[in-house]
C-alpha cells in the first residue's frame, strides 16, 4: 500500500467516524444518545470497508514475472 492510498483511508475514517459522532450531537441537540451513535458507528465502519474493498480493486498488483525482475 502506497501512503498516497494510507492518507486517503486515514482521511477517509476521520471523516466517517466525525460525522458519525458530529450527527448524534446535531440531532440530540447537544445531548449523547448511545444507541443512536452505536448505530452510526456500525455504519460508518461498514461505509469504510465498502471503500477500502473499492480503493483496494484499483490498486496494481504485482504479477509473478515482475516480481522476479524485482527480487532477482
Same mark, same amino acid.
Given at each position: 500500500?502506497?501512503?498516497?492510498?494510507?492518507n486517503r483511508r486515514i482521511? @477517509?475514517?476521520?471523516? /466517517?467516524?466525525g460525522f458519525?459522532?458530529?450527527s448524534?450531537?446535531?440531532w440530540r441537540e447537544g445531548?449523547? =444518545?448511545w444507541v443512536m451513535l452505536g448505530i452510526n458507528l456500525?455504519? @460508518?465502519t461498514?461505509? /469504510?470497508a465498502l471503500l477500502h474493498l473499492k480503493?483496494?480493486?484499483?490498486?496494481?498488483?504485482?504479477?509473478? =514475472?515482475?516480481?522476479k525482475d524485482i527480487f532477482s
Amino acid at each position: 500500500m502506497t501512503a498516497r492510498a494510507r492518507n486517503r483511508r486515514i482521511v @477517509a475514517a476521520i471523516l /466517517l467516524y466525525g460525522f458519525a459522532v458530529g450527527s448524534v450531537l446535531f440531532w440530540r441537540e447537544g445531548e449523547f =444518545d448511545w444507541v443512536m451513535l452505536g448505530i452510526n458507528l456500525g455504519l @460508518a465502519t461498514l461505509g /469504510l470497508a465498502l471503500l477500502h474493498l473499492k480503493w483496494r480493486a484499483r490498486e496494481p498488483r504485482i504479477s509473478a =514475472d515482475k516480481a522476479k525482475d524485482i527480487f532477482s
